[in-house]
C-alpha cells in the first residue's frame, strides 16, 4: 500500500521562527510536491522537485525554501513565519505519468 | 497558464439524490485530468481520472467523461450517500513538462439523510 506521510498533523509556531515541514514517500517516486490549501482557493503549489538536490519554484515560493537530500524525503522550509502563512500544508509524489499521491496535511498555525 | 473552474459550493443534497458538480479547464496541449476528494481531518485521495479525450473515468459510483470539445470534465453520481460528504476538487496535470496539478477551488458536498 502506497504511503506518504508528514511529520505532523497540527503545528503551533509563533512569527519568526524557523519551521520545517517534512514529507516522507516509500514509493520511489522521483517527483515530489508541496502544496498549500486554502478555502476558496484550492491547492497551490509552492514548490517541486524532480530528483534528489532538484528543486523548481512553483506558482508561490516567497517566504519558502525546499531540501531533497535523499529521495524519499522532501521538506519544506519557512525561514521566519508570518501570519500569513497560517494555512495547511499538503505534500505529494508521484513517478512520471503516474496519480500523485497525497500525505494526510499538516495543519499550520503562525500566532 | 493551465487553469480549472469548477462549481462553488456548498452543494447540499438529500440522500439517494443525483449529483453533478461542473468542472471546466483552460490547458494547452492534452491535459490529464482528475478528480480528488478530501473527507473531514483527511488529505485528498484520488477518485478518478482521465488521461485523453472521450475517455470516462469511474470509482465508487463516481462518473466523469473527458469531454474535450467542451474542456469539461464534469462529476455525476446516480444516487448520493451521507458518507460522500466532502469536498472535491477537480485538477489537471500537464503530459509535458511540468507533472505539478493544476487544482480548482473544490466543492464542499454535503448529503443529508
Known amino acids: 500500500d502506497v504511503k506518504v506521510t508528514q511529520s505532523s498533523r497540527y503545528l503551533v509556531k509563533r512569527t519568526g521562527e524557523k519551521v520545517f515541514l517534512e514529507c516522507v514517500q516509500d514509493?520511489?517516486?522521483?517527483?515530489m510536491f508541496w502544496y498549500r490549501q486554502d478555502p476558496g482557493l484550492g491547492l497551490r503549489l509552492i514548490y517541486f522537485s524532480y530528483d534528489v538536490k532538484m528543486k523548481e519554484k512553483g506558482d508561490i515560493p516567497e517566504g519558502y525554501s525546499v531540501s531533497r537530500e535523499k529521495k524519499e524525503r522532501f521538506s519544506l522550509i519557512l525561514e521566519s513565519a508570518s501570519t500569513n502563512q497560517t494555512s495547511m500544508y499538503l505534500c505529494?509524489?508521484?513517478?512520471?505519468?503516474?496519480?500523485?499521491?497525497f500525505g494526510p496535511g499538516t495543519r499550520l498555525l503562525v500566532l | 497558464g493551465d487553469s480549472v473552474t469548477q462549481m462553488e459550493g456548498p452543494v447540499t443534497l438529500s440522500e439517494e439524490a443525483f449529483l453533478t458538480i461542473n468542472c471546466t479547464y483552460t490547458?494547452?496541449?492534452?491535459?490529464?485530468l482528475f478528480w480528488y476528494v478530501q473527507y473531514p481531518g483527511e488529505g485528498l485521495q484520488l477518485l478518478l481520472k482521465a488521461t485523453k479525450a472521450d475517455d470516462k473515468g469511474s470509482n465508487k459510483g463516481f462518473e466523469a467523461t473527458y469531454r474535450k470539445e467542451t474542456t469539461s470534465f464534469h462529476l455525476e453520481k446516480g444516487s448520493v450517500q451521507v458518507s460522500d460528504s466532502a469536498v472535491y476538487f477537480c485538477a489537471l496535470s500537464p503530459n509535458t513538462g511540468r507533472r505539478a496539478l493544476t487544482f480548482g477551488s473544490g466543492t464542499r458536498l454535503q448529503v443529508q439523510p
Open positions: 505529494a509524489s508521484t513517478s512520471a505519468q503516474e496519480t500523485q499521491y
Open positions: 490547458a494547452t496541449g492534452y491535459p490529464s
Open positions: 514509493m520511489d517516486h522521483e517527483n
